[in-house]
């Protein structure tokens, strides 16, 4: 009798949650009573909606007590409350304040309504809200067709940015200006995501006026200006957190290792390795090499204007330690920034932009067979962290390494030293007719140090640079054609030093012009002169005095008569010319049409 009671109240219970769900369907039209195909509807705190028909119409199951969002391009999105309602019509009303928002779109300006294109932008506010330290970072999510996804999880990693999938071979990276200025996406390091005023991202041919570097589209990013006739306005704002891992594996307790161990051993036919398999925990080595981490960020500016005149003043650190290896895995940065622009007349122009960024960063090995992580997952549960007061050598498989000693031998350090900025003149001929004149410039030192000590993480292990525990020099043979020597090979270290300088050089003239209040025409003519070089020299020196980090330099080494010791350099440049063209005519802002016209020439094509 119980069991039939029972299963009544689940019988009933389960009706009573089927019966809140309903069917409710409606029509969505436009200010005109048009009907609005292609509407989204979700319900709200959920993944779940659907779209209009080509008529309007739409269905969808929903809760009595749901919410529902409508939004379309170009319309105020609206939230209704279902209410226990079968049918919800609706009339949405056009969002004028979106259409006529401000977009840039290379080499000038145009609002959303008169764009021909696939666009995106991201405001300051929706950056801001994200608190991460790279720009890329705060994009993840926020721009449709736009795809991010993080090379490393190390401080300071770079992302790989994807705008509408792949291209069918080459370079699939998007080309990256700052206030006109190119970047790499390594590049955008520097910037200080409280330093961005908007991102405008360029899909399709409307990337075209940049020629064959825009293939996989454009990312334009705008820093912060000042405002005319505004007060000096000074502002603070800081963050500190602490940092750890959201999830890790759920891998083997030692007792769990040993029992399936032996199983796979009693199957082979072979003794059993553990003739005790209570075991316990053992070391949960996720747990030794996670910890929890520090990420702060303060940022000062000094913003305002007068009536001829805007300025916009920055200062700024950041600072982040890694969740694994702690100040092993480190990224540091130190910002200033200058965004100054002028009326030198009533006709001409002047904007200034510059930043310095000081970048001071560590890392680990990661990534693939030897990294810290693989070394940790892999590790036995059943090895201790420690035996007999050294760091355990985990011998029973050659090609993993404690992990907590591979960090604790890790040392390196990349410097860098950056300078970007912009010069541009604006004289406007007329109140149809403006010349533009600019020049853009990156240099940057990059300084890498890296010790590579005597070490012995146990026999036959890959990564020993030390002959034995005693951390003896590994004794190496040079010289065979001619009978050879035998050398100790000792603690190393390299240094080297990069130096990058790029610049760009562009000429435009914009036309904007509209005939009996009906026909607008625009047109944008230009040319474009760019050069990137580099030069590079690098160094490793073998037997560094007491095996010791504080020796570490390359002019201390006392590798004998220099052998073993190697040096080298690199460097490189290219050069792209080009002319482009752009024209656009709407009428009465409702038919559009536009074209692009760019010739490059380039180095690369030689």
Do not use: C
């Not at 720009?135 to 190390?154: F, P, Y």
């Not at 996720?286 to 520090?294: I, S, T, W």
Request: net charge negative.
């Amino acid at each position: 009798m119980k069991h039939i009671l029972t299963l009544a109240v689940l019988f009933i219970f389960s009706f009573v949650s089927i019966a809140q769900e309903s069917n409710l369907s409606g029509k969505i039209t436009d200010e005109n009573d048009e009907p609005l195909p292609g509407v989204n509807i979700m319900i709200v705190g959920t993944s779940s909606g659907t779209t209009t028909d080509l008529d309007g119409n739409y269905k969808l199951s929903v809760s009595n007590d749901a919410v529902l969002k409508f939004s379309f391009i170009g319309y105020t999105s609206v939230e209704e409350n279902v209410n226990g309602r079968s049918t919800i019509n609706l009339k949405m009303e056009p969002d004028f304040g979106s259409l006529s928002e401000v977009v840039v779109v290379g080499y000038g300006t145009s609002t959303k309504k008169e764009l021909t294109g696939a666009t995106s932008k991201v405001n300051a506010e929706k950056i801001a809200e994200r608190k991460v330290p790279r720009l890329d970072q705060a994009l993840q999510g926020a721009v449709s067709g736009v795809n991010i996804s993080t090379n490393s999880g190390s401080p300071g990693g770079t992302s790989n940015i994807r705008i509408r999938g792949i291209s069918t071979n080459g370079d699939n990276n998007p080309l990256i200006l700052v206030d006109g200025v190119i970047y790499d996406q390594a590049g955008l390091n520097a910037l200080n995501p409280n330093d961005i005023e908007s991102v405008n991202i360029l899909k399709d041919a409307t990337a075209g006026i940049y020629g064959v570097r825009a293939a996989n589209g454009v990312v334009l990013i705008e820093t912060k200006q000042g405002k005319k006739n505004n007060k000096p306005t000074l502002s603070f704002d800081s963050y500190y957190g602490i940092q750890q891992t959201a999830r890790k594996l759920d891998l083997l307790n030692a007792r769990e290792f040993a029992v399936i161990k032996n199983e796979a051993f009693s199957a082979n036919g072979q003794s059993l390795p553990f003739a005790n398999t209570q075991l316990g925990e053992g070391t949960n080595w996720q747990d030794e090499v996670f910890g929890e981490a520090p990420i702060q960020n303060y940022n000062l500016s000094l913003t305002g204007g007068t009536e001829n005149s805007t300025y916009n003043i920055g200062a700024s650190y950041f600072g982040q330690q890694g969740i694994v290896g702690g100040d092993k895995a480190n990224f540091e940065r130190y910002n200033g920034r200058l965004n100054f622009t002028t009326d030198l007349s009533d006709n001409l122009r002047l904007t200034n932009v510059l930043l310095f960024t000081h970048e001071i960063s560590s890392g680990l090995p990661e990534n693939g067979i030897g990294s810290v992580l693989f070394n940790t997952i892999n590790a036995y549960p059943t090895e201790a962290v420690r035996t007999d007061g050294r760091y355990s050598y985990l011998e029973e498989v050659s090609d993993i390494i404690n992990p907590l000693a591979q960090m604790e031998n890790s040392y390196n350090e990349t410097l860098v030293n950056k300078i970007t900025g912009k010069q541009e003149l604006a004289y406007d001929i007329n109140e149809h007719l403006t010349i533009n004149g600019r020049v853009g410039y990156n240099y940057s030192i990059v300084d890498f140090k890296g010790f590579n000590p005597l070490v012995w993480y146990g026999p036959g292990k890959f990564a020993n640079t030390a002959a034995n525990a005693n951390l003896d020099p590994v004794i190496v043979q040079v010289g065979e054609e001619e009978g050879g020597i035998e050398l100790e090979r000792g603690a190393s270290v390299t240094e080297s030093r990069t130096t990058y300088l790029d610049y760009i050089l562009e000429g435009f003239i914009n036309y904007e012009r509209k005939f009996n209040d009906i026909h607008t025409v625009k047109g944008t003519f230009g040319i474009s002169y760019n050069e990137e070089s580099f030069s590079g020299l690098n160094g490793t020196a073998f037997n560094i005095p007491n095996n010791d980090l504080e020796l570490a330099d390359i002019k201390t080494n006392l590798a004998a008569n220099g052998y073993l010791n190697n040096v080298g350099s690199d460097q490189g440049f290219q050069r792209i010319s080009s002319q482009f063209l752009r024209a656009e005519y709407d009428y009465q802002k409702r038919y559009l049409i536009s074209g692009i016209l760019r010739r490059d020439g380039s180095t690369r094509f030689g």
